[in-house]
């Protein structure tokens, strides 16, 4: 298995992810929801950032809030793997919803390694639990981007794709052929990476499309 980073020996590691997922493990959560587990794009979902929260927008079909924001951010798919035992599996999730790729890149890891290491967390869920349905996020849209960088996307996403179609209980979620997010520049902050509140918005609806079955659960 690659790893790049060296999770004891850096510095976020020791105060912002770690201080992050322990704060999550001081929350009461009902076990059997819907879990978003990933990198600041469900960090920033969240009243924190000045958005109205994930659990707010993806709610049940009987209006019950169903889903829990396991968003962690700085993180790439080594930390979501090293934390997975604490982060996810004590919520006994019915769904998974994943994002691995962010940040991978920044780190050191080639698509490939990224994958490596966000695959062992699907597997985790799906050994764990084996009627879990798990939904693989594709690689968020920004609002610049190089072509060499798309290419990587597109890398990206061809392995959850086929990696989805492989698993009857896996889905992949492509995000960068979603038109209203794919179309639009001002739908961001400042960095032209994260999400205002119209692109969250936007996103939320992309979801609410994707999760309806699981939604209708609820």
């Not at 061809?158 to 052929?177: G, I, Q, R, V, W």
Request: glycine share 8%; hydrophobic share 35%.
């Amino acid at each position: 298995m690659p790893v790049r980073v060296g999770l004891q020996y850096i510095d976020i590691w020791k105060s912002s992810m770690e201080d992050a997922i322990a704060e999550y493990e001081k929350e009461q959560q009902e076990k059997g929801q819907i879990v978003f587990y990933g990198p600041s794009n469900f960090t920033r979902w969240s009243t924190t950032f000045g958005m109205v929260p994930m659990r707010e927008v993806l709610l049940g079909k009987s209006g019950k809030e169903c889903v829990v924001n396991r968003g962690f951010g700085s993180s790439c798919s080594e930390h979501q793997l090293y934390y997975y035992p604490r982060a996810v599996r004590p919520l006994e999730p019915k769904v998974l919803v994943y994002s691995g790729f962010g940040n991978g890149g920044a780190f050191g890891y080639s698509v490939e390694e990224i994958w490596e290491l966000a695959q062992r967390v699907v597997v985790y869920a799906m050994t764990d639990f084996p009627d879990i349905t798990i939904y693989l996020c594709g690689v968020n849209v920004s609002r610049e981007t190089t072509p060499e960088k798309m290419e990587k996307k597109r890398k990206y996403d061809s392995l959850l794709e086929e990696f989805a179609s492989k698993n009857p209980n896996c889905h992949y979620l492509n995000f960068l052929d979603y038109e209203p997010l794919a179309s639009r520049k001002d739908i961001y902050v400042e960095d032209g990476i994260h999400f205002n509140q119209e692109g969250y918005h936007l996103y939320g609806e992309y979801f609410k499309k994707a999760l309806e079955e699981e939604l209708a659960k609820y």
